[in-house]
């Protein structure tokens, strides 16, 4: 498909065998020293849960968010690849955005960072250019520890720096930001994909492997303002479609969640999924052959 965008998530990573998010979470209370002071519960949203087990490892251990932040770089770096992701670059996608910290979709360690600019914390314009697919890591990367997205304080600036970037304009020093607001930019036709979020308003995305909880407030609130300016303020076209991947079976426990994607103008396309990889397997078959999507998938 010619400029194929996809938004990936973490469950395809779930097909190797490895360490799992509950392991994960689970080496990084022992790593600050709290499993007998946090309680994991799944009540606790998880950008929440992250900060109770850092605010209290940073009282009574007196644990830095830069050593703990780069701990969880060291482990999402183990994390291995398999054949999902190689079909994945095997479409030729023009680009691949996603919220994983690792490159198991790039395949290799990238050398270089081709975003506009260098971020420290937040992740704008964090890109990575390997073999003509540019890949956003839109929630960090574990080459910079301290980008790693994961507490509420950090999804609150990203969101901040997000809402700058679409509505406002932006307040980078740097001459390779563009100043103007994104929308402003759509008006004038100076649209230059600096940023994954220009796509999410200009090119068709598919999305898949990603939950999308509630806690992803950057993702929530980018798909809302994008469907209150296609149809409510209507101040600038929004031409594109974005597709939603999930199984069959999880469908009738998810209604709560696809019913507010499609009031957000986002089309839900359910699969079968007689296993992980065979479900993943056929969404990339399908996306090599688009037209096949409306015949195969359940689309609402």
């Known amino acids: 498909m010619k400029n194929l965008v996809l938004l990936i998530g973490n469950d395809i990573n779930n097909i190797s065998r490895g360490q799992s998010w509950k392991d994960l979470l689970g080496d990084i209370i022992s790593f600050?020293?709290?499993?007998?002071?946090v309680v994991l519960d799944e009540k606790k949203p998880f950008p929440l849960l992250y900060e109770e087990i850092f605010l209290t490892a940073s009282k009574n251990h007196?644990?830095?968010?830069?050593?703990?932040?780069?701990?969880?770089?060291?482990?999402?770096?183990?994390?291995?690849?398999?054949?999902i992701h190689s079909a994945i670059r095997a479409l030729r996608p023009a680009h691949i955005l996603t919220t994983n910290?690792?490159?198991?979709?790039?395949?290799i360690t990238p050398l270089e960072n081709t975003s506009i600019i260098n971020e420290k914390f937040y992740s704008i314009f964090r890109k990575y250019s390997?073999?003509?697919?540019?890949?956003?890591?839109?929630?960090?990367?574990c080459l910079n520890p301290m980008s790693i997205n994961l507490g509420f304080e950090h999804y609150g600036g990203q969101l901040q720096l997000m809402r700058n970037y679409v509505v406002s304009g932006t307040v980078y020093t740097s001459k390779e930001v563009p100043k103007?607001?994104?929308?402003?930019?759509i008006h004038t036709r100076q649209v230059y994909f600096h940023s994954w979020i220009d796509l999410f308003f200009t090119e068709d995305i598919h999305i898949f492997g990603l939950s999308l909880d509630f806690v992803e407030t950057d993702l929530w609130w980018l798909l809302t303002y994008r469907a209150r300016q296609k149809f409510h303020h209507k101040n600038v076209p929004v031409p594109n479609k974005i597709y939603y991947y999930i199984p069959n079976d999880y469908v009738p426990s998810s209604k709560y969640k696809l019913d507010l994607l499609k009031a957000n103008d986002v089309t839900v396309i359910s699969?079968?999924?007689?296993?992980?990889?065979?479900?993943y397997e056929s969404i990339v078959q399908l996306l090599g052959a688009p037209s096949q999507i409306v015949y195969h998938g359940s689309i609402s």
Not at 180 to 185: A, F, V
């Open 101 to 107: 910290y690792e490159f198991t979709l790039e395949g």
């Open 62 to 83: 007196r644990i830095r968010e830069k050593d703990l932040k780069s701990f969880i770089a060291i482990k999402a770096a183990e994390i291995k690849g398999n054949g």
């Open 32 to 37: 600050c020293h709290a499993n007998d002071t």
């Open 180 to 185: 103007p607001s994104l929308l402003k930019r």
């Open 271 to 279: 699969l079968p999924a007689p296993d992980k990889a065979t479900y």
């Open 130 to 141: 390997v073999n003509d697919i540019n890949y956003w890591h839109i929630h960090g990367d």
